[in-house]
């Protein structure tokens, strides 16, 4: 059944925002991004390391037309040229070998309520963009080891991320609707690249979409999830506690991983 | 400017251009590529009505073409629109709105390649109304800014067969482009030292092109439907008068290949670029001398001092 949704209305705005991103009915939903991150230095931008990510989105429908998620993330470092995963990292601006980690985050929690979202529509093309910046210390374990004050430390890091569907199925009868992300997010250099104090910082860029299915995720991603997180995409909660890649790389620089 | 202003100014860009004129005008040329009889080049795309080999240099070219371009010899216009942020070491914030019709001439080339032309037309816009405006406050200097125009082109480009990497997905295919290029400034920071953000530019620009595989197939289609998401980090605009201040911004835009243009661009901007360049939409060469941001500024301002 067609309905037509008043996108200025915030009860029907916030409707579409889950529907486009997630799922109205509560569930899982994922999402797979394939991108680069390329370095962006004084004497100019260059492709540095490919990444491909699988975002998981938990939602669940709440009273009073609120819904919740948990965002969890896990992904690789790859080859630029052939996609493959990489433990191992010939940093092209240091010639040094890097140990790379895998990419893994949350449950991050968010709750949405009724709002009217900058919707964008054009015909049956609909988008929306979000950005956010971020404070944070950025580097390795060994200042906050040290009870230095890593505050002083603190840089800043920039997101934006656009999520795009087709107006015709937010207004259809289902509970999910198709949406492309494209995810942009420039920050400080990670620790594990040791840059030290090369001026700089990262680009990471990435296009993906939501996927029905198991079978619909790249192969290669399909055998990074088989290989190493074999509950993952059938979990609801695949881990408890909240994480981060920098976090994940100093728990394993203080010989906990 | 306040908010009656501006829409007043949105009624009369709005009324410029007569929408029934246009429906009959400006977007049946629009349209014209997407019509076009399939060419040679697309006998070869696709002779078993089957799948493509991307894999192979020239259907990937082709296919390629068809997605951004046209196969066939006529005119594309691309729509978009998006925000610039500026990202410094202290934080990162809006700046302002941008929107443009870009356009696309082609033409079937020799061995298997094509050869287009682009042009872009539009302005930059209040962050809250998308309006065209003449002057915003820089968020990071407090200063009001004058962005001018946007204007660009011609820039020529030959489409050589080669093996790009389009991921395909059920019915879907995308492909991620970039350049990345370090650039002598036309505008010398001794004289421009609060426009000219240093002896070199640095631009990164990254193009998501989405389309169906099914319409690349199609041999009945010359130009197919393409959605496009683009990123640009590069140095501050010379109207930022941000000067050597360490950072830059980073443009966003979100738009699509036009098939309509009455429908699928706002008749602000419509008439706006009407205005601006008469006869924009139906020409294949809408200005003659190449021009960009940075020619724009150095050509029309003067140097401020800091």
Known sequence: ??????????????????????LLEGGMVHYSLEGKIYSMLPKGPKPFVGFQAILKGVWQPLPNNTYSYSLFEVGFFADLETGIPIKKFVNPITSAENDLIRIKGGPHVSVIKPHIYSWVVIGDDIWIEESKTLNGYFGSSEKLNKNDNAESDEEIAFFN??????????????ARAFCQMHYNYISPWYPFFNMENI??????????????????????????????????????????????????YRRIENGKG | ???????????????????????????????????????????????????????????????????????????????????????????????????????????????????????????????????????????????????????????????????????????????????????????????????????????????????????????????APMK?????????????????RPGGHYWQSVGRKVSNLEDEVPAVLLNFIEKKVPGYFESERPWKKRTDTFQEYKNERKPIKS
């Open chain 2, 1 to 223: 400017m306040n908010s009656n202003k501006k829409n007043e100014k949105q009624d009369k860009l709005a009324t410029q251009i007569n929408r029934r004129e246009m429906i009959g005008g400006l977007s049946s040329l629009a349209i014209a590529p997407s019509l076009l009889a399939a060419n040679t080049q697309d006998a070869e795309i696709n002779p078993s009505n089957a799948t493509i080999d991307f894999s192979d240099p020239i259907q990937n070219a082709a296919a390629y073409v068809k997605l951004i371009g046209t196969t066939a010899r006529g005119m594309i216009h691309m729509y978009g629109r998006g925000t610039i942020y500026g990202v410094t070491p202290e934080g990162a914030m809006p700046m302002v709105g941008h929107t443009s019709v870009l356009k696309g001439v082609w033409k079937p080339w020799t061995d298997n390649s094509f050869y287009y032309t682009i042009y872009n037309r539009g302005y930059f816009s209040d962050l809250e109304t998308g309006l065209p405006i003449e002057e915003f406050e820089n968020p990071f200097t407090g200063e009001i800014n004058v962005p001018g125009d946007i204007k660009g082109g011609p820039f020529d480009r030959v489409i050589r067969p080669e093996v790009r990497d389009f991921k395909v997905r059920n019915d879907d295919v995308w492909l991620n482009e970039d350049v990345y290029i370090n650039v002598v400034n036309k505008l010398e920071p001794q004289i421009w030292t609060k426009a000219s953000a240093g002896k070199t530019l640095n631009f990164l620009y990254v193009e998501s092109y989405n389309g169906k595989v099914s319409d690349l197939v199609n041999p009945e289609i010359s130009s």
């Open chain 1, 161 to 174: 991320r656009i999520y795009r569907g087709r107006l015709s199925e937010l207004n259809n009868g289902a």
């Open chain 2, 228 to 244: 496009i998401i683009s990123t640009h980090n590069t140095s501050w605009y010379p109207f930022f008068l941000m000067g050597q």
């Open chain 1, 1 to 22: 059944m067609n309905r037509k949704l008043d996108l200025s209305d915030p009860i029907e705005s916030n409707e579409a925002y889950v529907k486009l991103l997630g």
């Open chain 1, 199 to 248: 001026e700089g910082k990262m680009y990471w860029q990435a296009v993906g979409t939501k996927i029905d299915s198991f079978s619909e995720v790249p192969e290669k991603m399909q055998n990074f999830l088989l290989a190493e997180h074999q509950e993952f995409f059938d979990s609801e909660q695949p881990w408890t506690k909240t994480t981060s890649t920098l976090a994940e």
